[in-house]
């Protein structure tokens, strides 16, 4: 069965502190992406990070970072000095691809709010 | 500038009364997606559009039906609300063809919230 699990509901911290989103999942297939998508107040889903099942490399896009580990299945995310502009709900969502999937069709974890207090 | 545009942002229905909530975008991308998001819940795909072709979640009530006129527009349209349907209700796109990995990921709308009195 394919499912993405956010174990964390709700992170409270201080700015300027790290913090870090974990996200699991399950999956039926050997291709598959792993996305994180940030919802602030207003609504949108906006777009954070793409990874395919065959890339396991980290990335770091400013104080953004991401840790995607196959043999854990994993896929962590991590604010380094966070901000009040961090605060959103935070979803960590799966495309499986050949399950009649596309990059569009996903599912998401139940995400994390994160709150960034001054 | 807004790519994927639905309107309106906030629509209020009455119980049984026939809704329809609209997305368009200018990203020229093929295939476009309706996604439900109750209130402190995941976003839940409800289905997409493939091009012209529908695709229809297994789980997806027949209360929900979608329309697809040219490549820019998608319309959602719930024949007759009740007040479980009331939701944020997001519309995205992406561009692919054929194998999964030469897909763009997906892009959201700002969203239309439905409250159903």
């Known amino acids: 069965a394919q499912k993405v699990t956010q174990a964390q509901t709700e992170i409270s911290v201080v700015e300027k502190e790290d913090v870090t989103l974990d996200c699991v999942y399950e999956?039926?297939?050997?291709?598959?992406?792993l996305f994180w998508y940030k919802q602030p107040p207003s609504g949108e889903l906006v777009f954070l990070i793409r990874?395919?099942?065959?890339?396991?490399q980290n990335e770091i896009s400013g104080r953004y970072s991401w840790n995607f580990q196959k043999s854990t299945s994993s896929f962590n995310f991590t604010i380094t000095a966070s901000q009040v502009v961090d605060s959103a709900v935070y979803f960590c969502?799966?495309?499986?691809?050949?399950?009649?999937?596309?990059?569009?069709?996903?599912?998401f974890g139940k995400g994390t709010k994160l709150s960034v207090k001054p | 500038d807004a790519m994927v545009i639905q309107n309106p942002r906030y629509q209020v229905t009455q119980f049984g009364k026939p809704v329809t909530l609209s997305c368009s975008q200018t990203?020229?991308?093929?295939?476009m997606y309706w996604y439900q998001q109750k209130s402190s819940q995941a976003p839940k795909l409800l289905f997409h559009y493939y091009d012209k072709d529908f695709n229809n979640e297994a789980d997806t009530p027949d209360n929900f039906q979608s329309r697809r006129p040219n490549t820019s527009f998608c319309f959602l349209d719930i024949r007759s609300p009740g007040l479980g349907d009331a939701a944020m209700y997001l519309c995205?796109?992406?561009?692919?063809?054929?194998?999964?990995?030469?897909?763009?990921?997906?892009?959201f709308g700002q969203g239309t919230r439905l409250t159903v009195v």
């Open positions: 999956t039926r297939d050997t291709t598959y992406y």
């Open positions: 995205a796109t992406s561009r692919g063809v054929g194998a999964g990995l030469l897909w763009t990921e997906a892009f």
């Open positions: 969502a799966l495309s499986e691809l050949n399950y009649g999937g596309s990059q569009g069709n996903l599912i």
């Open positions: 990203l020229n991308h093929n295939v």
């Open positions: 990874r395919n099942s065959f890339d396991e």
